[in-house]
Structures are given as C-alpha cells and as structure tokens.
C-alpha cells in the first residue's frame, strides 16, 4: 500500500529542492528549500519518457496539493506527462524567507526553480488565481521550452476593472492584517468557495502549511501585492505579462469556473482578448478553486492528446472563390429595396397599447430601417465581430435589430426569455455580449443582475430611468443619427462585405439537457439553414408566413416572405389563441405557418370562439410546421381539421441543426407505430446516420445506415453549428465524428430510410438484458384512457436497472405515489403489448417536471431519482414543483 502524506498524494511525489535565488529581493548567494510534488521520479523508475512536462503553479492562499488530480493522471495517461507543482516561496511547505516577494521576484524564483531543477524539454505552463500571472511571466521568460499554457480562474490585469469586492475588503488596512495573518479567516473562506464543499480531510490538507501566524505571512504578502492601481510597485509587471502575452503564439486553454467572486466572466473575457487562440470551457456551477470543483484531469489530457506545439485547433476553411457564390441573409432585403408591398407586420407593435392596429413595414421601410439602424448602431461604437445580446421580442423591432446587426458583422445574441432569470442571466454572461439592446424589462434584468453589455433600449425611456438602468443609446435615437449619417453618404458606397465563415449568431439551447448551452453560427450556416427550409418546403419570395415559432420568426426578410408576429408571448407558446393565430395570418393572406406544439395544443383549446371569418383565413394555409418537439398523430389530426387545405409536417431539429428530417400528416400515418416516434427523411443537403449502441450502453464510433439499428444519431448537413460557444468539452464531444454532429438522441432508420426517434443517451435504461430505449414504452402507456403523459425511467445500478413508469393523469392525482391497482395493471398491459417491456412499478404524479421552455420535453433524469426514492420507502418532492411531495 502506498504511503499518503495527504489525501491523494503518495510520499513518493513529495520533495525538497535547494534553489540559489535570483531575485532582486534576497541577498547575493541566498539559497531557498522549496517543497514540490514531482511524479517525474515515479515514471523515471517505471523507465517511461514522459511527453513533456506540466508547470503547476497555485495562487493565494493554495498550495501544491490544489495539482494532485493532475499528478495522478500525468503518471497514468496512455501518453504519460511529467507534472511538477510548487510551492511558491512563503507558500505551502515551502521557506519562509522573511522578505516582502513582489510579482517580479516570483517570476524570478520559479525561473532559478526550473533552472536549478534541470528542467528541459517542452514545457505547459497551469496557473490558478495569481499563479496563472506568476506561470505566465514564466512562460514569456522562457519562450523557447513552451509548449502552450493553461489557465484556470486567473486574471493579468484589472485595467478598466475595479479590484473584486473580496480582494477589496482583503486589502483593506482595518481587515488586511487580522483577515490574512492574524487569523486564518481568509483561508477559511477561500476553502468555502467550493462547489460543491470540501471534505473534512480534503480541507485540513489544504489548511495544513498555514497553521499559525508566522506561517501565513506569505498569504498576507499575496494579497498586499496585488496590483490594484498604477502606483503599486507591482504594476510595471503586471503590464509587461499582460501585454506579452498577447504575442505568445502557442496553444492555450482557459478553464473558467463562472461562480467565481474573485475572478469573474470579464477576466475571462480579457484573457481571450489576448490569447484569441485559445481553447475556452466555461463549467456552469463551478467556482474559483475549480480543480477542486470539477474534473479537470479528462479535458487537460484530451486537449494534450490533440497535440500542442503542432495542430491544436481545427482551423476553419476560408474558402475566398466561394464569396461570389455566396449568397447574405440580407440579399433578398437589398433586391426588394424599392418594393411597396408589405415585408414585416406585427400584431402587437413594442411598446402600444391593447388594441393598437398591426404595424407594417414595406420592404423598402423595412431596408431603410435596417440601413439606419446599422448606420445608427456604428456610430454608437459597434464593430465587426461585437456581441451583441438582443432582449427584444419578436416583432418588427426584432427583425430590424437582427438585420442591422448582420449588416455591420456583428454577432448576434439571442437567449431566450422562456431559460427564466436565473438561466438567462447565466447565458447572458457565459456569450459575454459587448452590447444589450433590451425592452425595459430586460435592462432592469441587466441592472440588477449585472449582465455584461453596454445598455441600449428599445423604445424611448425619461432620463431619470435611463440613468437608473445606465442606458447610453435607445433604438429610436440610433435610428435617428443613422438618418442623419445617410444622408451624407454616397448610396452607392458598399456596406462592409460579409465574410461568410465569421461568426453572424450565438443562439441558446432550451436548456432541457442541462444549463442552456451558446450555440455558434456562421453566417454560412446561417444563409444554409435558410436554404434548408426554402428548399425543403418550396418556400419562395411571395410567401406570406405566421411566425409563431421564435426561431424562424427571423428568418422571413432572409426568405423575401412576408412574416407577421402574431399577437403572443412567444416564450410561453400556450399564450397563441386560435383567434390571434387567425387574425395573423388574415392580416398578410398567409399561406404558411410555422408554431410549436404547445402553441397549438392551446389554438385548438381556443378554436371554438373563432368567428367565421377567423375561420376562413385558417382555410387558406396551404402548409403548417410544427417544430420543438414531437407531435402525436391525434393532435395533428385535429389541427388539420382547423386548416383543412394546409399540408401539414413537422420537421425533427434542434438548435444546433435546425431542421434534420421532416415529415408529413399523411407520411406519420403511413409509417404507422413502432419503437420511438418516425421524425421522417432528411431534408435538403442533411445526412442522418446512427453511431451503434452497445449492451452496456455505450456508443460507437462509425456512422452507419443500415436499418433497424438502434444508437446514438448523426447529423451532418451545412446548416450544423459551428461549435458551442465556450465549451471546448463539449464541442470536443459533439463533433468527435469528423463532419458529423452528435445529437445525444437515440433511434434508428427503418427500411425506407425513415429516423424513428427513441428518446435521449441519458434517457437510456441499461437492464440485465440490454439497453432499452423509453419512447416505445411510454407510447404504449398513454394509449391508456387515464393517462395523459408518460415517462418510463430506469431505477437502479447501471446494468442491473428496472423500467418504471411515471405517469400524469389526465384526472390529476393530488398526491404522488404508487398508482391505483386496476390503472397499474390497465398500463403494465399496454407496455408489455406494445413495446414487449415488463414494468416493475407504475407511480403517478400531479404534474409532469418539464424544463422552461418546451412543455413537451420530460425531464426523466429527475424523475428517475424521485422514482428511486420513492420506491425504497423514502420522502422525496416532486421535481420541478419547488418541494410538494
């Protein structure tokens, strides 16, 4: 067995160094005993040639122990990895020195480390807090051993920044002395900031150097040193690295913990200001020590096995003779310049009162709008290549912002209202946006919570509440300076012209699998999903379309259709009525309409008070979609009776590949029941394959389209997302499969080539007799007269899981348990019938947990543990209902 000096760390890693110093700060001939833990001794024994080295080095007031995951996995990669963590001077078990070390002097000492430690070859620099600096200066002093660098939760400087409230109150003279040295109240809230908390031994192995007064003075040192003004003596260092590293041109990753107090999003934003090459993860939940948060070890390695120092990035194809056959999402609107007929129409105008007429816009209005509000949008400082976060809802106001927004080359923002706050904000500052043009509500969201962005509102607000929510511009104001800037330009003087493969769009995920995830589109991916849809559905300049669906709400101008936003809040789709959908699409004589599922659920629970010519302007839709989620048959039937001339489909998408397959009414009732839900065939230009499941229920690595063969599914098409937008893991993960993007949805293809979805990975039941999917089954159990939704979870071991329904009464239950013995039996039936599954239990619940913003999407992984719970004779609240049980 080995010996442990510390949770995790055997004593065969732990050394003293004797180290002649440098440093301007100690005496000539001054020799330090620095501690380090060193692997590099273990895998010299085992005769293995490591691949480099990793440089650790810890901030205040940590010490080596914070590497100790990394020691491990550098001694057991498949590649192994030499890894040495220091102990700054004064730090961890390190000398105290009894000298005041400056950033300088320990930029110097880890150089006279390195130097006396003999150490060679290719060099990665890790920092965490101020020892990312420290690692940097390192790093700039010694450029021909570094390899590449990684920062976790640092910053290299507060320019434009005041210092953090915590480091404030750290630094000030009544709390600075008690709070660092005195005490060890510092250190105690530093180890606080865990997410989740630290073990109790875990705990005193860090607290461990730093018992006594006389042991934290280098904590105390730390933080006096930081440099919080031009006049600190540690400023001119600071600025050197800060402004050096901007020329390192090695390979770089940022892992960020967001609930960081210390170093917030903006340092993160400012360290990929300056490496803009970098490699970026942002872990939503976690904090400032996030090595102790989350498992760094499986991104570092993954990221070192790509190759450092060689081809680290997947550099995107630029393909300049393609730019004349490129065609912009604004070509339509600048052909139809001079075109009176209407372009946009909106139902319930920004900002007007119930019962104000619809607004219109001709597609010549529409043209100069967008022209002016670019023109507007510039003078007020945006640029190329600037976020811009748009808190707007569809309507007139939107399309315009979006246009004008894609004109100038900036990037648009777009999270939805439906995340809530609290997952708006984390998508508002996870994109970083350098502007937020909101409606009033949302820029109180921005002032209160802190979201990034220089503050623009679009309507007109009283000086006093503009000031109160620090807006500097309002739409109605750029519109006006960007009449006056056309005025004195030359019409004939080009707009900046697109580059096709730049950013154009970060659009949010439902955040129905997780925290709702950024995700990144080019402005040829932009321009091929509008080509995806006008070819897929033979949509052509003349359509006039109802967009009651948010996504393709902004895609008309790009189409030459008219749109009409119909009067709704389109991030609670059950606020369309019948008669609002009606009056849309009378308003522009549609002939499509694109709305969700809940949304019609609640047209059809409406459509009784239609009037007859309500009823007529339905009649009139030649095609209805209905994306976001799967549609039963029986529901399409009943809107088809509502619109009995439209052709309807339902196309099977997702944020990032949005649309995939499409399929009709009458192709749903041919293909008929089977095992998961027939989502159809591919659209134009998009491939589907299935990456194999295996017995155990991992996932293969090989695209196949044989049919009938149930795995993970494939997408490639040109309208696939770039990548997701600060998330290097899971991007890494999603497009594993060169020219493929992994969905995370289960299915299979049938014989006719038809996807047949099952459910999601993590959906999965892996039982003693194999993987089992759960759409097939819950089909089954809502062919029960009783019940209204189903899901059917896996309770148990992984391997060894039962299947379990959870069901949601059409008649709710008021309290949730174990369902009456006749509908239990009435369900276990049904299930066995139709997807040859036997239940081991059948439970109800008054309500099914959804996430925000699709009703229809279950969230099954917390069902799975209520259901766990309940079934071993526990308490446990419902999810989703903030604690009934």
């Not at 450029?143 to 915590?166: C, E, K, Y």
Request: one cysteine or more; charged letters at 20%; a negative charge.
């Amino acid at each position: 067995m080995v010996a442990q000096l510390w949770p995790g760390v055997p004593e065969s890693w732990s050394s003293f160094v004797q180290v002649p110093s440098t440093a301007a700060v100690d005496r000539p001939e001054t020799v330090h005993k620095w501690h380090v833990l060193d692997n590099g001794p273990e895998l010299a024994a085992r005769g293995v040639e490591p691949a480099g080295t990793l440089l650790c080095v810890h901030g205040n007031p940590t010490w080596s122990y914070l590497w100790r995951s990394l020691l491990a996995a550098g001694s057991e990669a498949e590649q192994p990895w030499r890894v040495i963590a220091v102990d700054q001077l004064d730090m961890g078990f390190s000398a105290r020195t009894g000298a005041f070390r400056r950033l300088e002097d320990r930029i110097t000492d880890l150089g006279d480390l390195t130097d006396a430690m003999g150490l060679t070859g290719k060099v990665i620099t890790v920092g965490h807090d101020w020892g990312g600096v420290i690692s940097l200066g390192w790093a700039l002093k010694h450029r021909s051993q570094l390899a590449g660098i990684i920062l976790t939760n640092t910053a290299v400087h507060p320019a434009g920044f005041d210092v953090p409230p915590a480091l404030r109150l750290a630094l000030h003279p009544a709390v600075h002395g008690w709070g660092t040295q005195t005490t060890d109240a510092f250190i105690r809230v530093t180890h606080s900031l865990a997410q989740p908390a630290l073990a109790p031994d875990v705990r005193a192995a860090f607290a461990a150097p730093y018992r006594g007064s006389a042991r934290r003075k280098g904590v105390a040192n730390f933080v006096a040193d930081i440099p919080a003004d031009s006049t600190h003596p540690s400023w001119r260092t600071l600025n050197r690295v800060a402004d050096g590293i901007k020329r390192l041109d090695v390979p770089a990753l940022l892992l960020w913990g967001p609930k960081d107090p210390v170093f917030s999003d903006r340092y993160l934003r400012d360290l990929m200001d300056r490496l803009p090459q970098a490699d970026v993860h942002r872990f939503e939940g976690a904090s400032h020590l996030l090595p102790e948060d989350v498992d760094i070890t499986a991104p570092v390695f993954s990221w070192l096995e790509k190759g450092p120092g060689t081809e680290n990035r997947e550099i995107r194809n630029r393909n300049v003779a393609g730019l004349s056959v490129f065609r912009p999402m604004l070509a339509e609107l600048d052909e139809r310049d001079g075109d009176s007929s209407p372009a946009v129409v909106d139902m319930a105008p920004l900002g007007a009162p119930a019962g104000t007429p619809p607004a219109t816009l001709s597609w010549a209005e529409l043209a100069a709008r967008v022209n002016q509000l670019a023109a507007g949008l510039s003078a007020a400082g945006v640029r190329a290549g600037d976020r811009v976060n748009l808190l707007v809802p569809p309507g007139i106001e939107l399309t315009s912002l979006i246009y004008a927004c894609l004109r100038l080359g900036a990037v648009i923002v777009v999270a939805d209202a439906g995340l809530g706050t609290k997952g708006m904000g984390r998508a508002i500052k996870g994109a970083g946006p350098a502007y937020i043009v909101g409606i009033e509500r949302a820029l109180t969201g921005a002032r209160l919570f802190g979201w990034p962005g220089i503050r623009i509102s679009a309507e007109t607000l009283s000086p006093a509440k503009a000031r109160l929510l620090g807006v500097k511009h309002s739409v109605p104001e750029l519109i006006a300076a960007g009449k006056d800037a056309s005025a004195g330009k030359d019409p004939d003087e080009p707009w900046l012209r697109t580059d096709p493969d730049a950013d154009a769009a970060v659009l949010f995920t439902s955040g129905s699998t997780g925290p709702a995830k950024g995700v990144v589109y080019t402005h040829r991916q932009l321009t091929a999903m509008r080509d995806a849809l006008k070819n897929t559905y033979n949509l052509r300049a003349g359509t006039s379309l109802v967009a009651g669906f948010a996504p393709f709400a902004l895609l008309g101008p790009a189409l030459g259709a008219t749109s009409v936003t119909p009067d709704m809040d389109v991030t609670s789709p059950r606020t369309l009525t019948a008669a609002a959908l009606a009056d849309a699409a009378a308003a522009v004589n549609a002939t499509t309409v694109f709305a969700s599922p809940a949304a019609l659920g609640n047209v059809l629970a409406t459509s009784a008070d239609l009037t007859e010519d309500q009823r007529k302007a339905l009649q009139q839709v030649e095609l209805l979609l209905s994306a976001g989620a799967p549609i039963p048959e029986p529901l399409l039937a009943r809107v088809s009776a509502l619109t009995p001339n439209a052709e309807l489909h339902t196309p099977y998408g997702m944020t990032e590949a949005l649309p995939v397959t499409d399929i009709s009414l009458d192709e749903i009732r041919a293909a008929g029941a089977g095992n998961g839900v027939c989502v159809g065939t591919p659209v134009s230009e998009a491939q589907v394959a299935i990456a194999a499941l295996s017995p155990e229920g991992t996932v293969g690595d090989t695209p196949l389209v044989e049919p009938n063969l149930t795995g993970e599914i494939l997408v490639s098409a040109p309208h696939v997302k770039d990548r997701y937008d600060r998330l290097w893991i899971t991007e890494s993960k999603s497009s594993s499969l060169p020219g493929w993007h992994r969905t995370g949805d289960v299915g299979h293809l049938d014989e006719q080539g038809r996807l047949w979805v099952e459910g999601r990975l993590g959906h999965i039941l892996t039982t003693p007799g194999g993987v089992v999917t759960p759409v097939a089954a819950e089909q089954a159990a809502e062919s029960v007269a009783a019940v209204g939704r189903a899901a059917v979870v896996g309770v148990g071991p992984a391997g060894a899981q039962v299947p379990v329904a959870v069901l949601e009464l059409t008649d709710p239950v008021r309290r949730p348990g174990t369902a009456p013995q006749d509908l239990a039996a009435a369900v276990r039936t049904a299930v066995a019938a139709g997807a040859g599954l036997e239940l081991a239990a059948v439970l109800v619940l008054p309500a099914m947990p959804t996430d925000i913003r699709h009703n229809s999407k279950i969230d099954r992984t917390a069902l799975a543990g209520w259901a766990e719970t309940i079934l071993a004779g526990g308490s446990a609240k419902v999810p989703g209902t903030g604690g009934r049980k």
